[in-house]
């Protein structure tokens, strides 16, 4: 009991931070965090063969620890929201959104969440067993250059540095792809779950790609600055008239680079980014202020203020005047 009611703070506390700054990429996880995790999911890559222990997002409540501890298997973890720390061996790091590193064998390690912006992490924990069958002999189907392929893989896991990195190849939104193969189970879903673990692996070994002795200077993913870019230019005028090509504008970009940049980066579109946003707002004054509905829909971009009501409806279930009766007693 005690234990299913900690699970539910949890995903509850990760509802209510993914929900602060806009849309949360992996809110879809929340729903059944354990999907893939339900699946005995093994298979051959090259010369090893891979079985999936674990491959889910964690929501930590505030402040949790995971003390001291190790696996006799790989375990990768990712930060996909909020902050925290871990002490590997005897080394501390803070960690926050965007961040991962690598838990190898036996490795000694501690996590511990923030506690007012705390953890959510996607986890893949993986058993990687050398086969004895070699399938480099191929006979020109290609089977050899994915064997190399996965050697050349799992050797740099071993030269990964014993700190986090930075996702600078989104190894996470792989983690979606293969719980929305689980989840739905389309045709094929067993090879595209594969294809969605083996993405995972080569795109967090590709951070060490362009580090043939040069000096490393830290390059900005200009995609994902974009998107923070419009994000930031959206929460600072959704109360304005905004459009997608005035937005664009502002960021130098065409409107349908930006569309695709909300789509890539932020798991949404624009009109869906820019209403969030505006039904933030207007949720925070229904509840914090007197103001009539009509005053404060004109103050969030609703021109046309009896627009917001079949769009609220939609989006809550309520009408603002429920809303705002039921979430009174919030605010003392």
């Keep these: 009991m005690g234990t299913e009611t900690a699970s539910g703070a949890a995903r509850k506390q990760a509802g209510k931070s993914a929900s602060g700054a806009g849309p949360f990429p992996y809110a879809r996880m929340l729903n059944r965090m354990d999907t893939l995790d339900r699946l005995d999911l093994k298979f051959r890559w090259g010369n090893y063969g891979i079985r999936v222990l674990k491959c889910h997002l964690a929501a930590f409540p505030p402040g949790q620890i995971i003390n001291f501890h190790k696996h006799s298997e790989y375990e990768f973890h990712y930060i996909a929201k909020g902050k925290g720390k871990v002490i590997l061996v005897d080394q501390t790091f803070d960690l926050h959104e965007g961040l991962f590193y690598l838990t190898g064998p036996d490795l000694v390690h501690y996590q511990e969440s923030d506690s007012e912006d705390p953890m959510h992490e996607l986890c893949l924990h993986l058993d990687i067993v050398p ?191 429920v809303y705002r009766r039921q979430h009174a007693g919030d605010v003392k």
């Design 131 to 321: 086969l004895n069958e070699d399938v480099n002999s191929s006979d020109g189907w290609g089977d050899s250059l994915e064997a190399e392929e996965a050697q050349n893989c799992f050797e740099t896991l071993g030269r990964l540095p014993l700190a986090p990195l930075v996702d600078r190849f989104h190894a996470m939104s792989s983690f979606l792809d293969a719980y929305r193969f689980g989840e739905e189970q389309p045709s094929g879903f067993y090879t595209l779950l594969k294809q969605a673990i083996v993405q995972i692996l080569l795109r967090t070994v590709r951070v060490l790609d362009s580090t043939n002795g040069k000096s490393e200077i830290p390059v900005r993913d200009m995609q994902f600055h974009r998107y923070q870019l419009a994000t930031q230019y959206i929460q600072d005028n959704e109360g304005l008239p905004i459009s997608l090509e005035q937005v664009a504008e502002t960021i130098h970009i065409s409107p349908r680079q930006l569309q695709r940049i909300f789509r890539s980066e932020g798991q949404t579109t624009f009109g869906e980014y820019l209403e969030h946003v505006r039904l933030n707002g207007i949720c925070a004054d229904l509840v914090h202020t007197v103001l009539p509905i009509e005053e404060i829909a004109i103050k969030h971009g609703f021109a046309n203020p009896n627009y917001l009501y079949p769009v609220f409806k939609s989006k809550f279930n309520l009408t603002p005047n």
